[in-house]
């Protein structure tokens, strides 16, 4: 069975930068694409990042681009998300997900695998 188990999330203030990490277990992670979505409070589900089993590419939203990085560590089956310059609008539940079909995509109905999420809190 697969299992995405997502940690880092904690209450920030403006400014301030937070790494979050997503470990996989069970599945050849290395050949998935990896992705990380958010969902605050009354809104829907939206992409932040996703990168490829081979690193050689990224793609951002719009919001988060310039500020967050996505990396992975394929020996240590982990990925991660540096967030920088955090907003109060950056405010969510942040779910870590993977997609075994090749190619980056932004939907969520693309990916097969979900963790539970982490909280990250930013006051203002």
């Known amino acids: 069975q697969v299992q995405l188990v997502e940690s880092g999330g904690r209450l920030v203030q403006v400014g301030d930068s937070l790494r979050l990490s997503c470990v996989a277990s069970g599945g050849p992670f290395s050949s998935w694409v990896m992705a990380w979505f958010r969902q605050g409070a009354g809104k829907e589900r939206e992409f932040v990042a996703a990168?490829?089993?081979?690193?050689?590419?990224?793609y951002y939203a719009d919001s988060v681009r310039g500020r967050f990085t996505i990396s992975r560590n394929n020996a240590g089956r982990t990925v991660y998300l540096q967030m920088n310059r955090l907003k109060p609008e950056d405010t969510a539940l942040y779910y870590c997900a993977a997609r075994r079909s090749w190619g980056i995509t932004s939907e969520s109905e693309g990916f097969d695998y979900w963790g539970q999420g982490t909280r990250v809190t930013v006051s203002s």
């Open positions: 990168v490829s089993g081979s690193s050689l590419s990224d």
